[in-house]
């Protein structure tokens, strides 16, 4: 199961057009096509989990070769293991326009993360159903898996080759919830620990994890998210070269945002879908709490808006594989980010709950958009 936060914010959520368009009648009726999207198709797998509450994107992907990968599924329903379907690495192939798996059956309730790495794909299980797989990926030129006995795996990030990967989740290690981070140095045959975060028995939750990693040059990035009562883990770089772990402080990491123990959160703790966070341009972006945030690795900021007119919650970020440009989805419309600012190209309906097109990837300057309904849309920026 997943944890919401709890912040002392609200979002707008007023259903209006940004920049003076007219309204239809229904805002929540309204698709891409309304501002000048293609409407591509339906997935039928993601679907067919409507029975169990798994239907809809959970996140849209483009990798390198043109490729559109969707996730799908509810590891809080548990909809792959009810279904007796699991779920599949799935993806639109713009080649021909049909809907097509990679993968069928992965034993994992629900994908909501794609990485990338050399043009290879890799997907985390972030919630197995049976076995241990942990991961599926085409690194080797097939798809396959690669298992690990972790609870969750909630990323994965490529070290020095491509035999080198790192998967980060958690476990129960002799009955204590446990943050994890893993690597492989053969390609996923054998494992070694390289983190571990344990709450002091007062704080522990059952909810201490790694929800995402993300990397500069040779350090990869995560900060553990660990329990709402106690103190929050350190922002902590790994150096893939020698192994060695380095433990940040949060002096340049406030957020400004307040949890609800009453402290202050900290970059990257409050994030809980891997997805939210992408690298580009030797800065890391995060999305959290409706704000855009950088990081360079010791020092992070809010990535600041040069269009005035849309003051909404930025929700969903992705990377041109193409151009490596950055682009984010707020309630505003389609952002493009320039190293610590971002400024708004394709107003859209200014509609927090815009449920038809509320997860997205870019490819060569087409966005792709869909959401809830499991519908697939693109649209020229």
């Given amino acids: 199961m997943r944890r919401l936060a709890a912040v002392s914010s609200v979002f707008a959520t007023t259903a209006v057009l940004a920049f003076g368009a007219t309204a239809p009648a229904s805002a929540y009726d309204v698709d891409p096509t309304f501002f000048g999207g293609t409407y591509l198709g339906q997935a039928a797998d993601a679907e067919a989990m409507r029975p169990w509450q798994g239907a809809g994107f959970r996140t849209l992907f483009a990798a390198q070769d043109g490729t559109i990968f969707y996730g799908y599924g509810n590891y809080d329903k548990n909809s792959g293991s009810k279904s007796g379907l699991g779920t599949n690495v799935s993806y639109f192939d713009a080649s021909d326009g049909l809907f097509k798996q990679a993968l069928t059956s992965m034993p994992g309730e629900q994908i909501d993360t794609f990485r990338s790495f050399g043009g290879k794909v890799f997907v985390p299980n972030i919630d197995p159903t049976s076995g241990t797989v942990a991961i599926a990926t085409n690194v080797n030129g097939t798809w396959s898996y690669r298992n690990n006995g972790m609870e969750h795996i909630f990323d994965v990030m490529q070290g020095l080759d491509a035999n080198d990967i790192l998967i980060s989740g958690s476990a129960n290690i002799g009955g204590v919830p446990t943050a994890l981070v893993k690597r492989s140095r053969d390609g996923g045959a ?91 341009n030797n800065l890391i972006y995060l999305v959290e709490q409706g704000s855009v945030y950088w990081f360079d690795g010791a020092k992070t900021g809010v990535v600041t808006k040069t269009t005035t007119g849309y003051p909404y919650g930025a929700d969903r970020i992705t990377v041109d594989p193409v151009t490596n440009t950055v682009y984010v989805l707020d309630q505003g419309g389609i952002s493009v980010v320039t190293g610590k600012t971002k400024a708004l190209i394709k107003p859209l309906q200014a509609d927090y709950n815009m449920n038809t097109s509320n997860e997205f990837a870019v490819y060569n300057g087409v966005a792709y958009l869909g959401g809830d309904d499991s519908k697939l849309y693109s649209l020229p920026l």
Avoid: C, H
Wanted: cysteine-free; charged content about 25%.
């Fill in 190 to 280: 054998t494992w070694i620990e390289v983190y571990r975060w344990q709450d002091a028995p007062a704080d522990r939750d059952g909810y201490e994890r790694v929800y995402w990693m993300s990397r500069i040059g040779g350090n990869v990035y995560w900060r553990a998210d660990v329990s709402t009562r106690g103190a929050q883990a350190p922002m902590t770089a790994f150096a893939l070269s020698t192994g060695r772990l380095t433990k940040l402080g949060d002096t340049k990491l406030g957020t400004g945002w307040t949890g609800s123990n009453g402290r202050q959160l900290y970059v990257g703790e409050a994030i809980y879908e891997a997805d939210r966070v992408v690298s580009a």
